[in-house]
């Protein structure tokens, strides 16, 4: 028998009841695919720091490094929300990211038939959508030095530093052709260039990749005209690649247009280790209620055993059942619409394990 090592990750707010939901529909692929996954559980984010006064204890780092795949449900809080920069539970997700060179994040947008009643746009502007956005994940602003809050003439500053070298633009450049050439063969390259250097360089180095990739259609795009053309004519996207920060809020908002952030899943792949996490954070607003969708964080498990463990039947088994349970109705409160069935988290877990 097949045996696979997972680091789970359960962290704060709806993080444990998505966690307990996507265990089971771990639990039933076990039994249907005859595998075994050898489940540990780790700390991370504020439960991390309630218990160790660090978001991301040596222990979890040494678990992840050990596993074949890291799944992760979301870390934050309001509890911890007072805590400087740097010893926030959100430090600890991006320190695991780092640490095992995570640099590509990859975030699916793609409209279900049975959510174009959900989604923020018209149906057909909706309908078709199928859009990848590849974030660059351990680079630019969110990790570029110097960075600090200090005094200056006498007033405080804050500032931080959006910087790219040469090869980390090359090589998720390259895994965005790569993944193009298995699609519609179009990528679009979202940056600033009109206004920061780091996006000349960017959008150099880009075009110097594509050299070897004539075959797929590139297009440069500012990344506000970006937002407002994901909006307008989302079916015309397919891989999107960009840097940290641009990437982190065009998947936010390409998770909207196709229903839920509760539906979004996503990879953080490297040469070496993956960690699949949903889009979504910790949700404080509903934790503790049960009612959080599990889909993103289900998907995201769905995206390990394809991507990781080469299990594609399983992965493609998933992602059927989670559209054969919307197609039958059932639907979190995120998603519900007059005429569907409500249902809590546990209860859209069992229900997407039902049609596997
Ligand atoms: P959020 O993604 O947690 O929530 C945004 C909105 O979407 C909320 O109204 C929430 O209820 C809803 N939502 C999110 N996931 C949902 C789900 N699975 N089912 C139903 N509704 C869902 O973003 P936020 O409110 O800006 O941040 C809350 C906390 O989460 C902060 O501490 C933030 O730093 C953290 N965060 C963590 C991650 C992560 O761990 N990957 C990602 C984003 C935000
Ligand atoms: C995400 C989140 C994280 C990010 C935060 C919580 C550090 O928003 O995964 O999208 O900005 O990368
Ligand atoms: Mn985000």
Redesign the pocket.
């Known amino acids: 028998k097949k045996e696979y090592k997972i680091l789970v990750l359960p962290g704060d707010g709806i993080g444990p009841e998505i966690t307990k939901a996507t265990l089971e529909v771990l639990k039933a692929i076990e039994k249907k695919y005859d595998v075994k996954f050898d489940i540990k559980e780790g700390l991370i984010g504020g439960a991390a720091i309630d218990e160790t006064g660090d978001p991301l204890p040596e222990e979890t780092l040494k678990l992840a490094k050990e596993s074949d795949a890291v799944l992760l449900a979301a ?2 809080g309001e509890k911890w929300d007072n805590l400087p920069t740097d010893k926030r539970p ?1 430090k600890g ?2 320190r695991i990211r780092k640490e095992l060179d995570l640099f590509a ?1 990859i975030r699916p947008g793609k409209a279900y038939t049975a959510l174009l009643d959900a989604s923020p746009l018209k149906e057909n502007l909706i309908k078709g959508v199928d859009l990848l956005v590849i974030r660059e ?1 351990t680079g630019g602003i ?1 990790f570029g030095e110097p960075r600090g809050i200090e005094e200056r003439n006498g007033e405080k500053v804050g500032y931080n530093t959006m910087i790219y070298s040469e090869h980390e633009i090359e090589r998720i450049a390259k895994l965005a052709f790569e993944i193009a050439r298995t699609r519609r063969k179009k990528v679009t390259s979202v940056d600033k260039a009109n206004v920061l250097e780091v996006s000349a360089v960017w959008r150099e180095v880009v075009n110097k990749v594509w050299a070897n990739y004539q075959d797929v259609e590139l297009e440069h795009m500012y990344v506000d005209n970006t937002a407002m053309q994901l909006v307008r004519r989302p079916k015309d996207f397919d891989v999107i690649v960009t840097g ?1 920060l641009f990437g ?1 809020i065009i ?2 908002e390409a998770g909207a247009l196709t229903g839920s952030l509760g539906m979004l899943p ?1 990879a953080s792949i490297g040469e070496r280790y993956a960690l699949y ?1 949903p ?1 979504h ?1 910790s949700a404080p607003d509903i934790a503790g209620k049960n009612i959080a969708n599990p889909t993103a964080m289900i998907l995201s498990a769905a995206m390990m055993l394809d991507i990781t463990f080469k299990m594609h039947d399983a992965a493609k088994d998933i992602q059927d059942a989670v559209e054969k349970a919307l197609n039958d109705g059932y639907r979190t409160a995120d998603i519900w619409q007059p005429g569907t069935k409500k249902v809590n988290t546990d209860e859209m877990a069992q229900a997407i394990i039902e049609k596997l």
Do not use: A, F, K
């Open positions: 870390v934050g959100e997700l991006l994040n994940l969110y940290n982190d998947s936010d996503s996490e889009v954070g």
